[in-house]
């Protein structure tokens, strides 16, 4: 590993109570010899004191804007708005690789200051498979709350939880009317975690994939009462719901739930919808008759903060004590330079920064 000073920033996103590294882990950064710097984070799901208590330094919620060059700034997701120059290597998940709303302009903050990206979404091995995922629990959150909105018991506004007290929630109750449940995606790790929330919640979803998606029956689709999207798409595709399909008559289809969220993209496969929807209100009605409810929270894993973090950090961890230049994190870095050239930054641009 070569010589790390990580700078664990506090979330500017008031619903993020999740971390990248878990003080456990923190403790194993340490003992490998890594400088670790932690913002204080009223929000954060484990108390700051949890860091200090095994050997970081802790230091102002926002400071990572004048932290020393050499930091790399670890977060979760967006950034706020200023500076705009950003001068340091940060990791988090950017989505600025799609052509999403905002991508261009965060890219080219990137530029401008000198710093980069190394995305999380494209922290990958030798295969191209994630090192560092959320996927589960996002497509547990996902398929939770459509069954808990399906069944009328979605209450606003959402509230972090544990696993043992949604579980709880989830459980069919005296008068549940039975529903069928598709789950779209259900091989990758989003559609495991649907899979199992909707075992918990009684149900047994039909399971499509690459081979159902790839000549996609409609009529199939729309004849569930309850779908849960769980592809991320790398290449365009068909969508799987189009708004004439809202409209037909045989739809039965009756709650919506968009765990990939990539609303804005030209890759997105549900493109009924233009806005996510938050934890204040969390579902939007498509249409009134027959109804149809959409959930499409982009930050879904932060509702179960503890247990997703514990997974995730376990998964990171081994990745940030074998940093360096080569390897999934050169394939990181790869990614970002290829974005922007897209945008159209010049080696020469590359070369000044």
């Known amino acids: 590993m070569t010589e790390l000073h990580l ?5 500017a996103r008031t619903t993020e109570r999740r971390t990248p590294v878990v003080p456990d882990d923190a403790r194993r950064l340490v003992e490998a010899g890594v400088e670790l710097t932690v913002e204080d984070s009223p929000q954060r799901v484990f108390p700051t004191r949890d860091y200090e208590a095994v050997g970081a330094r802790i230091t102002p919620a926002g400071s990572w804007v004048s932290a020393p060059s050499e930091a790399v700034v670890l977060g979760l997701k967006e950034l706020p708005d200023q500076p705009d120059r950003l001068r340091h290597r940060h990791i988090f998940f950017g989505h600025a690789y799609k052509q999403q709303p905002g991508a261009a302009d965060l890219l080219r903050r990137f530029v401008a200051g000198g710093g980069e990206l190394l995305d999380l979404e494209y922290l990958v091995d030798d295969d191209g498979r994630r ?6 629990w996002a497509g547990y959150l996902g398929a939770a709350l459509a069954v808990l909105q399906h069944r009328g018991r979605l209450t606003a506004p959402l509230r972090p939880t544990g696993k043992d007290e949604l579980d709880e929630t989830l459980r069919p109750a005296p008068g549940d009317e039975e529903f069928t449940a598709l ?3 259900a091989l990758g790790r989003s559609g495991r975690g649907a899979r199992a929330a909707f075992a918990t919640a009684g149900a047994e979803p039909t399971c499509w994939d690459l081979a159902e998606t790839g000549d996609l029956d409609r009529v199939a ?13 790398t290449t365009p595709v068909p969508p799987f719901v189009r708004e004439e399909d809202l409209d037909d008559p045989v739809r039965r289809l009756r709650t919506l739930s968009d765990v990939t969220c990539d609303v804005g993209s030209p890759l997105n496969v549900l493109p009924v919808y233009d806005r996510t929807t938050e934890w204040t209100d969390p579902v939007r009605r498509l249409r009134k008759e027959p109804p149809l409810d959409l959930i499409a929270i982009d930050n879904l894993p932060s509702l179960l903060p503890r247990e997703s973090s514990v997974d995730f950090s376990a998964d990171l961890t081994p990745q940030l004590l074998d940093f360096g230049v080569g390897g999934p994190w050169g394939r990181c870095l790869d990614r970002f330079r290829r974005a922007s050239r897209e945008l ?10």
């Open 183 to 185: 789950v779209v995606g």
């Open 221 to 233: 689709l729309l004849a569930h009462d309850v779908m849960v999207n769980c592809v991320l798409a």
């Open 344 to 353: 159209g930054v010049t080696e020469e641009e590359f070369g000044r920064a």
């Open 7 to 11: 700078w664990l920033r506090h979330e």
């Open 131 to 136: 090192l560092a995922a959320f996927g589960f």
